[in-house]
Nanobody
Framework: QLVESGGGLVQPGGSLRLSCVASGFSLDDHDQTIGWFRQAPGKEREAVSCIREDGPIFFYANSVKGRFTISRDNAKNVVYLQMNNVIPEDTGLYYC??????????????????WGQGTQVTVSP
């Protein structure tokens, strides 16, 4: 399973680090793609950032480039999303996803796999 944490209420311009801990399997699999997706109220779910170890290949949504960073700690079996200089439009429920059925490149991330339960991020003054 995947368990996300680190969400909360943050002011615009602030930072958060989301964590996704995997249990029951290893994230250190070169066939896997790991992603962070988010869904805001009334909006479709969107890919925020993805990483594939084989490459490596990174994807960032245009709206978060230069502000968010995806990383992983294979020893701890954790993937992170460092969110800096957040804006109100970053508000949403953030999900961690891991799977091998994926399309990933610098400008696209489509991923099917195991989803976590999500962690809420709210950016507000």
């Amino acid at each position: 399973q995947l368990v996300e944490s680190g969400g909360g209420l943050v002011q615009p311009g602030g930072s958060l680090r989301l964590s996704c801990v995997a249990s029951g399997f290893s994230l250190d699999d070169h066939d896997q793609t790991i992603g962070w997706f988010r869904q805001a109220p009334g909006k479709e779910r969107e890919a925020v950032s993805c990483i594939r170890e084989d490459g490596p290949i990174f994807f960032y949504a245009n709206s978060v480039k230069g502000r968010f960073t995806i990383s992983r700690d294979n020893a701890k079996n954790v993937v992170y999303l460092q969110m800096n200089n957040v804006i109100p439009e970053d508000t949403g429920l953030y999900y961690c996803v891991v799977g091998s059925a994926a399309i990933i490149a610098r400008n696209i991330c489509m991923l099917e796999g195991l989803w976590g339960q999500g962690t809420q991020v709210t950016v507000s003054p």
